[in-house]
Structure formats: C-alpha cells, structure tokens
C-alpha cells in the first residue's frame, strides 16, 4: 500500500490573492465559489466561511460533465439542506450555465426588492468569483461573457491580477486568481486536490501520485480503469498499484531498453487521462 501522497502548496502570490479578496469584498453583491464536482469538498477552500463573512454566496459545482449524475445531484441537495444554494455545471461546454444569471437573481432577491424600493430598478449586480486554481473561474467568464476574456489554461495558477468583466443582463463579475489554503489540515483532500490537478504537477512525485489514484480507484472504479487500458478485470482487482502502473505501461507500448517499463510516462499518461475524463464520470467524494 502506498502512502498517502503528502502535498503542500502555498506560493507567495497566494497570500496576496486572500488580502486581494478581502479588500475587493465590499465592491460587490454576491459571491460565487467554484468546486470541482468529483471533489466538492475538499475543493472549497475552508478559509472562504472566515474571508467572506455574511456576504451572500452561490456554490457552483463545475466539471460534471465528469463526475456522477447521481452523486453531484445528491451533493446540491445536500448543500442547499446546509443553506448555501447550490447548481451543477460544465463550463467549458456551458451545460447548466442556463440557470446561472437566474440562480444569482434568486439569492439576490430581496436585495433587488430592495434598490427597486430606493428607485434603483436595473442597477448593475457585482459578482466576485472565488475558488481553487484550475476549477474552471476562466472558464466560467469566457462562456457566459461569448468571447475569450480571462486566459484559460488546464493548469493551476495562470490567473493572476482581478479582472472585471461585464456580462448582459446587468451582472459584472470580478474574476480572482485561485487560492488554496496554508496548510492542508486533511491529508485525503490534498491528495485529492492533487488527483484533479489544482496542485503545481512540479511539486508532486508524479509516479507517487499515479500510484495512489490507482489504488484509491481500483476497487470502486475497476470496470472503468480496465475498459480504458484493455486489461482484465481480474489484473486490475488483484494487482499491487504499481504493479497495475506497470501493466498500464506495458499494455500502452511504453518500454525502455530491455524491456523495463518507463513507469514515470504511464504515471503521467493515467493522472493526465483520468483528469481529462477519459476514465468515464468519477466521483472522488460521495456525498454525506
């Protein structure tokens, strides 16, 4: 059995981006936190609750296009029994962006009840969106917004400065760069965040990590890892983790002089294939 990976990430820019966040917070009506739906818990940032205060807030869970209907189902419901409304979405494809702008409307509603009392009928809503790096906050600008305008990279930490953008119907959102937090108090959600790819890969002992996303999947996820890499299932169910990295490496042609497996490019071709979905709807946390 592989140790749990051990992962801590915290860059410099990091901290600048919480005092960013706080000194930003009262130009705005509402806040949106991004999660990543095969891991919407340990992809929200535990400080946010502090950083926020009472500010009004949306949850979005993007990515579902690659987690379990089922499962990402359950955790909105879940979320909004918690009272922290809740939608589903795909930001690259714009799946369920449709109840966006009407979500915001609805946990504004006596707020806009309110301006239209004082005469303000049709004044400009200002959304910050907050949430880990590479969970999609660019993603989620460009689309709503039409065009290209926050740099998109499947990488963390790209967005760096705020950035404003005016989106039609009256909404602006100020777009932050992806914070994490100083210390991942819970191990399993580092070794998470890390298995989505919201940790710098430079970090990371990319072999460690194949390793141990194997071994966390094979027993639930074993039909899927078989069927990607054309392995029996029985391989897959009864083979040490590396031994499996290493029957994925050979399968995949992957071979270096006299016939050793090079285990690091299998390493890094199942983190990259399981992050882009090629393994089918995963997700990582079940709901309460």
Not at 18 to 42: F, G, T, W, Y
Request: net charge positive.
């Amino acid at each position: 059995m592989a140790e749990i990976l051990p992962v801590q990430w915290f860059p410099g820019h990091m901290a600048k981006t919480r005092r960013l966040m706080q000194e930003n917070l009262r130009l705005v009506d509402l806040v949106v936190e991004l999660a990543d739906a095969r891991i919407p818990q340990s992809s929200r940032n535990p400080e946010l609750d502090r950083l926020l205060g009472g500010k009004p807030r949306l949850l979005l869970l993007n990515k579902s296009d690659s987690a379990e209907p089922e499962e990402t189902r359950r955790w909105c419901q879940w979320y909004r029994g918690q009272g922290i409304p809740a939608l589903a979405a795909d930001c690259r494809t714009g799946q369920g962006l449709g109840q966006f702008l009407p979500a915001i409307r609805s946990v504004l509603a006596e707020k806009i009840a309110q301006w239209e009392r004082n005469g303000m009928t049709g004044r400009t809503i200002r959304v910050m969106v907050v949430g880990i790096p590479n969970v999609g906050k660019s993603s989620l600008i460009n689309r709503l917004a039409g065009n290209k305008r926050a740099k998109v990279e499947d990488r963390p930490g790209v967005t760096r400065g705020k950035q404003w953008v005016t989106l039609p119907g009256g909404v602006e959102l100020l777009d932050m760069p992806g914070v994490l937090w100083p210390k991942f108090e819970d191990a399993l959600a580092g070794e998470r965040l890390a298995f989505v790819g919201s940790v710098k890969d430079e970090v990371l002992d990319v072999e460690h990590l194949a390793v141990r996303l194997l071994e966390v999947l094979a027993p639930t996820e074993g039909e899927k890892i078989a069927a990607r890499y054309n392995l029996p299932l029985e391989t897959v169910a009864e083979s040490e983790p590396f031994d499996l990295l290493e029957q994925i490496g050979r399968k995949r042609g992957m071979l270096l002089p006299g016939g050793h497996v090079n285990t690091e490019r299998a390493a890094i071709t199942v983190v990259d294939e399981f992050r882009g979905g090629q393994w089918g709807r995963i997700t990582l946390e079940k709901s309460p």
